[in-house]
């Protein structure tokens, strides 16, 4: 399953192209000119830019929304397939790992796609071509006809256990989030597979650092969400392993009360950049809020490290992150301006740093 | 302690022992160039990459993976001292 790839790190090579890259993403200027636009607008603006071949390539099978979206996927795909070719040595093994988030929306795209009898033409136009499935493994699930069968063409991969044991739960609860959970936590489970407790401040150190960030995020975001929606959940369920904020028993408590758990949090390491957010959480009392605040917190830590240490896999991430925000802001406007959203409304879906 | 330096003044002196000047200096120089194939090795790695990029980064990164050369001309100095 692991592509072990020899010799050393091209850090200096790889760094040097992502943060160009990252400068050339959509700025706020670029996002108050596109929430101003009509669709069709956008499209077109789209085609002057970065986003011209895939807008050209699927022109002709696409219109509208779904055009931009798709376009937008394809060129996320394009550029991150383009990181794991230019990386070499162990930091080619980190790239894969983040990219794995990739495999895991594919595999979850193809399970909905079964579960909702979509067409295969239409799972496979929502599939993301990068990370570490080979384009035949893809293509099996695309065409698998149940959710078995998906299990089982991804029986040699690192999410083939997991969803065989969440099966179960599955037919028995009939519903998709045992299985999506499944998923998203054999991603999460394996991303620290190549790291270790490292030295701090080392490269390693630093992005087992970020990664245990993201995974507070997430722990944390699940528990509002459930102590929102008021659902009858065992938040420990739901926990992903990994971060240094919560253990299960503590999210259990927590998530019962929304209180305790901001003033937890506050009290973190994290409370400085998760300023914001919690304000934002106890004045507006709303989730949408706190999580558009909880994403600008986690690029803007991303770019903080990818400062601190240069030669090392932060700026990928960072540019990983910034480039798949890019990708959701204007998917978000797309939409947003197609339903007839207000151009405050739209704004306040986006997140910009 | 009077031993100790009559053995230093004769170690130090010129010619005895050790390595001669000029050794030295090829030495230095030689190692300059090392460092200097170092530093160029990583920072024309990178230009390569910005330049991949950006056409106009060409000039900047020239200058970047030109600036470590100094390195091994300050090095050369060395063999006109001896």
């Known amino acids: ?353 | 302690m009077m031993e100790t330096l009559e053995l230093a003044s004769v170690v130090l002196q010129d010619g005895s022992g050790g390595i001669s000047g000029q050794a030295a200096a090829a030495i230095a120089v030689g190692l300059g160039a090392l460092g200097t194939g170092y530093a160029q090795s990583r920072i024309g790695a990178a230009a390569v990459g910005a330049v991949a990029e950006d056409d106009d980064m060409f000039v900047p990164g020239l200058i970047f993976t030109a600036l470590p050369e100094t390195l091994i001309i300050i090095a050369f100095v060395t063999i006109f001292l001896v």
């Not at chain 1, 991603?187 to 190549?194: A, N, R, V």
């Not at chain 1, 087992?208 to 008021?230: M, T």
């Not at chain 1, 991430?317 to 959203?341: C, Q």
Request: charged residues 30%; hydrophobic residues 40%; negative net charge.
């Open chain 1, 1 to 353: 399953m692991k592509v072990r790839t020899e010799g050393s790190s091209n850090y200096e090579y790889v760094s040097a192209r992502v943060r160009s890259r990252k400068r050339k993403l959509f700025d706020e200027d670029d996002y108050r000119k596109l929430v101003r636009m009509e669709p069709s607008e956008i499209a077109r603006f789209m085609e002057e830019t970065e986003y011209e071949t895939e807008m050209n390539a699927l022109g002709t099978r696409h219109s509208g929304v779904d055009l931009v979206e798709y376009a937008l996927n394809r060129n996320l795909a394009k550029h991150f397939d383009d990181l794991l070719t230019w990386a070499e040595g162990p930091l080619y093994d980190y790239i894969v790992n983040y990219l794995r988030k990739f495999d895991a929306w594919n595999v979850k795209t193809a399970v909905r796609g079964v579960y909702t009898d979509a067409a295969a033409e239409a799972v496979e136009t929502d599939l993301i071509r990068t990370g570490e499935f080979p384009d035949r493994l893809l293509d099996r699930l695309v065409e698998a006809g149940s959710i078995e069968e998906v299990a089982e063409a991804l029986s040699t991969t690192i999410f083939g256990d997991p969803l065989a044991e969440a099966m179960s739960d599955f037919e028995s609860e009939g519903v998709l989030v045992p299985l999506e959970n499944a998923v998203d936590r054999a991603f999460y489970t394996h991303l620290m597979d190549e790291l270790g407790r490292s030295v701090p401040n080392s490269p390693e150190g630093l992005y087992g650092e970020f990664l245990e960030a993201e995974i507070d995020f997430r722990n944390l975001r699940n528990a509002l969400r459930i102590a929102r929606s008021g659902a009858d959940i065992d938040p420990a369920e739901y926990h992903i392993e990994g971060g240094g904020l919560f253990d299960p028993e503590e999210l259990r408590q927590l998530a019962t009360n929304v209180d305790e758990l901001v003033e937890r949090v506050r009290a973190s390491t994290y409370g400085d950049e998760l300023a914001t957010a919690l304000e934002e959480l106890a004045a507006a009392d709303s989730l949408v809020g706190f999580e558009r605040a909880l994403e600008t917190a986690l690029l803007e830590y991303s770019s903080k490290l990818s400062n601190r240490y240069p030669l090392s896999v932060c700026p990928v991430i960072s540019y990983v992150l910034a480039k798949e925000r890019e990708v959701e802001n204007v998917r978000a406007v797309a939409r947003g301006r197609e339903a007839g959203l207000d151009v405050e409304e739209i704004e306040a879906e986006l997140v910009i740093i």
